[in-house]
């Protein structure tokens, strides 16, 4: 029996990944983060020491990259880089740069690709990140594009940090989010957009109820579960 998969792309703090948890849980489905996947080989590059930007340097670290991935009672999903539970050091901020810049990296993004469908073909998924609905899943029973105006997103990633103890800055983080958009919109590898058949949702005026209600509709309304 083949699987069911939603595929949720969307630019960074547009809540694609609470939401897209929240739907898996409602749906019974496996939450699957890839963007912690592409932080995860960011991480092992600033471990070595490399320039995330330099392919040269960043693509003989993909040979023997022991990444695995667990998923807790609540389907929280953690990273693993070399046995350790990297799952809190890959949200630091210098991770999230550096996930920019390998991720533009076409040899990276096709390292990765078997692994994210590899999911896909064996479980239902909700799988969240910049190119699902275009590149990774291109059949994926619904498409969504999530969305939301920067000024939005970069008010709840203060949020989000400010929860962590982590002291931030909210222009800094708007200035962090637009330039993250520009990369991810502007690479030549997969860039972000909205794939032909993807259903737009902008979450700019919703809070996280309305957001998933919204979602949740959509999804139904689509494959009726
Ligand atoms: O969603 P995130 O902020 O955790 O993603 C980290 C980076 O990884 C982001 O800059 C874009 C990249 N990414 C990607 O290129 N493709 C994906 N499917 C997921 C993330």
Same mark, same amino acid.
């Given at each position: ?146 969305? +939301? $105006? ?8 203060? &949020?989000? @940090?400010? =929860? ?5 800055? !909210? #222009? ?22 909205? +794939? $032909? ?8 005026? &919703?809070? @996280?109820? =309305? ?5 949740? !509709? #959509? ?7």
């Amino acid at each position: 029996m083949s699987h069911k998969s939603i595929a949720i792309d969307g630019p960074a703090g547009a809540g694609k990944s609470t939401l897209a948890r929240r739907l898996a849980e409602k749906l019974g489905f496996l939450y699957v983060d890839t963007g912690a996947i592409y932080r995860t080989v960011a991480l092992k590059v600033l471990w070595e020491k490399a320039d995330p930007a330099d392919p040269i340097q960043v693509i003989p670290l993909l040979k023997g990259l022991d990444i695995h991935m667990t998923y807790n009672s609540d389907g929280e999903q953690r990273m693993y880089l070399e046995g350790e539970d990297v799952s809190g050091a890959i949200r630091r901020h210098k991770v999230s740069g550096a996930a920019s810049q390998v991720s533009a990296i076409p040899e990276v993004r096709s390292f990765l690709l078997d692994f994210q469908r590899k999911l896909a073909r064996e479980n239902n998924v909700v799988m969240d990140g910049r190119d699902i609905g275009t590149v990774v899943l291109p059949k994926a029973d619904v498409k969504i594009f999530l969305t +939301a $105006a920067p000024e939005a997103r970069a008010k709840r990633r203060l &949020l989000e @940090l400010e =929860q962590r103890g982590e002291a931030a800055d !909210f #222009l800094e983080i708007l200035r962090d989010i637009k330039e993250r958009d520009y990369q991810d919109e502007h690479r030549a590898a997969s860039p972000l957009r909205q +794939a $032909a058949d993807a259903i737009l949702l902008d979450t700019t005026d &919703l809070d @996280l109820g =309305q957001s998933i209600s919204r979602l949740l !509709f #959509l999804v139904k309304e689509k494959i009726g579960l």
